[in-house]
């Protein structure tokens, strides 16, 4: 399977690594060329143009940081190169809108499209341990098997809809974004009340929340260590967007999803956009009086 | 050390099997004495009255229902029988406001008082599995040590407050309901682009949420089988009443808290109240023209 | 028609007089007895006790600060001393659950149960201006059109049901403390780009919102004079709940309810609850980073 | 002052009418001609082209009916041929941000900007009844006096940020939704304790909230006439989208906002979104197991 890979940022550069290591013919696209200099070294080509990494390819992959970047890379040449029944695959976090308006676009054109957003970092994205969530043309699912065994630990098929894996993907982050603002209430809550948030967050994620979500997150938070940036509050914001345009466009209420963006807003009102989303509980704190 | 447990519900039955079983000097009541049956045989004593059950103790265990449970209990012989120095220690689930109010009856009589709610059902509580959250009298608390080793895994002292243990564990079950909630509306948004829950299900507690909390009621929404009921929504809602009601106590909004108490409200206007209290999904999926 | 008078805080003064002034044979009771001194050179009776205001009167009216104040008076004499198909007529702001239980005394004691809820201020009831909601006993509700017609400028029959005639009054309440909460909001993001809060202000009432509810909160609002204190903090925050009870009870989801609710709590928790509710402002500015 | 008009909808119709009738000189444009004849008779130009209708004017008004059509006119010809010193004044109802990307256009271009979104409905339009805020340059501001007097009732200076012109419009219609919201949970709760809705209106709109915006929707909510649309739930949601984006443009968390948005989604996920947005009490309605 002849691919092509555009947009090397850190998730794309460590994916397009794992392909070329796996001995995958592949062409890589990035604005500054820099980047794919140890990927030409392992033998990928390097293209100069995104027709290029398009041209003759069975696949192209973009990983891209957002709508406005993947637009810019659609029509800046891959919808009008890729060859008919060539496969592209989003695999960055897009809008379901535009991934509905990017399906009929491959569609009209004869292209399949397959939206596979991914679970995971760029360190998981290293060692091919990241979750995929494909979604879309059945057939091109198929076929892209031993693409995903290559980039990831496990794919969980979404269905027909390319739209319904960005929806998997952004509920994800929602459920986390809702669970960040619930310890951040929890601990103001406990704190009025003189426990020390050690001792609370060591409670919480002894037993019933004894996963990642709650030991990284509650343990910045008792710490208040929000300069230890794993996800910033302008990115959860970002992803916060993105979450209501989906329950926009599905006409779903999500009033969890609600709160916890209007205490990002809070966040960014006070300047704290830089650190960590957890600083929700220093606004949580602030509202109860407490800093 | 001398005790006198009151309370033999299902929680009350296992916590006071353990003690007799560990060796401890028990009398035990409760108002309907067949209960006691086994732990008669067992060798603990049976008392006729609250007071029996107080006399000459060292410390009381409360395993009751509600502070209405408990203040009849307490005016009913506990506080006018306890002796000087003597430990009362409710284990119940209560409220802030309550615990706070008999803490005072306590020091007023010379009783040390300490709040110790419980993490783990019944099954756990048979097996010394639970978490305990001891807060109040610190003396009590150093004493109380071999009793925590006997009733549970683990015990989190959460300071010198009782009402700090109570807003610990109702924090934590708070964290919990809204985790219910935003899987809820995390269902219902990816119903509605076609993913099968049981894929969505999949994603969520193979990562970030692989934790009891999720796989738990993850696994009741895919499966929609509500009548499997883990925690009815009744026994939710009167919890959530609590949590309300400590956030109230000190100051500290609770929006989240909010969300899904509202969702539990729309679940009994439903006629859904005796059904797993995870049927939130199937409000949200109504809300959202799902059902 | 012979009437018993019990409270006589500012409300009940102003009504009572006005009851006297029409020439009802009227007996009064307060706790203090000095506030009384009035009524009675125009002619009242003062009861020396609860039973005394209560008996041989046809209609006995309550104007009480809160529920337990009324249980105080209904268990204090009011319940034994009432004559079989006398009315028991409370106009205070109470529970829905309070009233229901009430009803369940009255009715099995024979009695007459009226709620009459009163909307409007001390000044309104001295004029006779106040609306008046009455609900429960139809027969009863009949009769007393002379005393609504002396005590108000009209009367809302809110039907059978006492407990109706208090979700009316509190219903009301939270559709102006959801107006206050909602301009609190406006205020702080019109703020944000620069207009002055004056002429926002003149936008909001002058058109869709001229009436006395956006007007006076609007006008404190662009003051930000929230030490002339029309309605406290506290006193809305006491609302807040009877109308959380009020939705708890009939499984009515309010979450407009919950957000000024949240918000009289941030309040609250900095110290400022005995300023005007409509401080709600400064607190919705504050989550806006602007004071 | 020669005005060039853009738009020539319901609102743009009544509008330009009244300023061919005051004597202005006037160029009118419209995608579709037809809808300019009675202008033509009365003496105004009709432009061919957007270009037309920009060149050698003083002043142009765009009245359309959203960013989308906006910026169509504005890069089909409004911003290459308008003057420079000229005004453009965009009278519909704008996001903050498009109108503050467009003040820069109009800066770099050297024309004076102003924002000055209307109050009031067609009809009003017709009569010269609506309210007016113009936000923007003050030279500009000035100079509008008499176009202001002609179209309006009354103008609002909202200051010199455009975008603070378009947050005070969209602020209003934010306390509307915000007010129907309230009502829809209000009349639910009453409903519940068999409070005739009819009987709950009348007490609304009798004194705190005797104001258009009570009055209208509580009657048609009192008379569940939703299909007498004075404005439908897909445009009430439209507002709501502009509202949250410029709380996000701002900073300022919108809770009560986000309340009345999820209503408007749950009556769309029913298919309710060309009734009247006080359908929202339907909603409601239902949430609480009435429907």
Request: aromatic fraction near 6%; glycine fraction near 10%.
């Amino acid at each position: 399977m002849k691919i092509g890979f555009i947009g090397l940022g850190r998730m794309g550069l460590a994916m397009s690594n794992r392909l070329v290591d796996a001995g995958f013919d592949l062409v890589v696209y990035n604005r500054t060329r820099e980047k794919a200099a140890e990927l030409e070294k392992k033998g990928a080509k390097v293209a100069g143009s995104i027709a290029e990494a398009c041209k003759g390819r069975d696949l192209v992959i973009t990983m891209l940081a957002d709508d406005k970047a993947l637009a810019e890379v659609v029509d800046g040449g891959l919808l009008s190169t890729l060859a008919k029944g060539a496969i592209h695959m989003p695999m960055g976090t897009h809008s379901v809108t535009a991934l509905t308006a990017l399906k009929e676009q491959h569609d009209a054109a004869g292209h399949a499209f397959v939206a596979a957003p991914v679970l995971g970092r760029p360190d998981a994205a290293a060692a091919g341990q990241i979750g995929i969530v494909p979604g879309g043309n059945r057939d091109a699912i198929a076929k892209l098997e031993p693409v995903f065994k290559t980039l990831g630990r496990r794919a969980f098929d979404a269905g027909e809809n390319p739209a319904g894996a960005a929806a998997v993907k952004l509920a994800n982050n929602m459920v986390l974004g809702c669970a960040v603002e619930a310890m951040a209430e929890a601990f103001a809550l406990t704190r009025k009340f003189g426990v020390p948030p050690q001792v609370f967050n060591e409670v919480l994620t002894d037993g019933l929340f004894a996963c990642p979500a709650y030991k990284v997150y509650g343990g910045i938070i008792a710490n208040e260590s929000y300069d230890k940036v794993g996800f910033a509050v302008k990115l959860g914001f970002k992803d916060s967007n993105l979450i209501m345009a989906a329950g926009q466009a599905a006409s779903v209420p999500l009033p969890s999803a609600n709160v916890f963006r209007d205490t990002l807003i809070e966040a960014l009102a006070h300047g704290e956009g830089d650190l960590d989303w957890s600083v929700m509980a220093r606004v949580r704190a602030r509202a109860s009086g407490l800093e």
